[in-house]
């Protein structure tokens, strides 16, 4: 059974920090591109940052604040985002991806407060 576990939300206020993780299991971890969207009261799912066995991306809003890092050992994504805003303010979704195949964990709420 594919799960997508996402914890480390919650509440911090404008320039601190929070670490998300996302503990994956029942597929092959290490081959799939794992990926944090977040989607805001409102607004549509955004990508905020992307990892492959190789590289890393971001979207502009988080470059320099946010690092998405991972550990295939222990098949887990993470992301420390650093001096969080109030518009960071979302819930954040773990997604792994290999060819069509795509898993989305449930959300962790992130609330940053000004």
């Known amino acids: 059974q594919v799960q997508l576990v996402e914890s480390g939300g919650g509440l911090v206020q404008f320039g601190g920090s929070l670490r998300l993780s996302c503990a994956a299991s029942?597929?092959?971890?290490?081959?799939?591109?794992m990926s944090w969207y977040r989607q805001a009261p409102g607004k549509e799912r955004e990508l905020v940052a992307r990892?492959?066995?190789?590289?890393?991306n971001y979207a502009e809003s988080v470059k320099g604040r946010f690092t998405i890092s991972r550990d295939n050992a222990k098949n887990t994504v993470y992301l420390q985002m650093n001096s969080l805003k109030p518009e960071d303010t979302a819930v954040y979704y773990c997604?792994?991806?290999?060819?069509?195949?795509?898993?989305w964990g449930q959300g962790t709420q992130v609330t940053v407060s000004s």
């Open positions: 990892i492959t066995t190789g590289a890393t």
């Open positions: 029942g597929f092959p971890f290490s081959y799939y591109a």
């Open positions: 997604k792994a991806r290999f060819s069509s195949i795509e898993y």
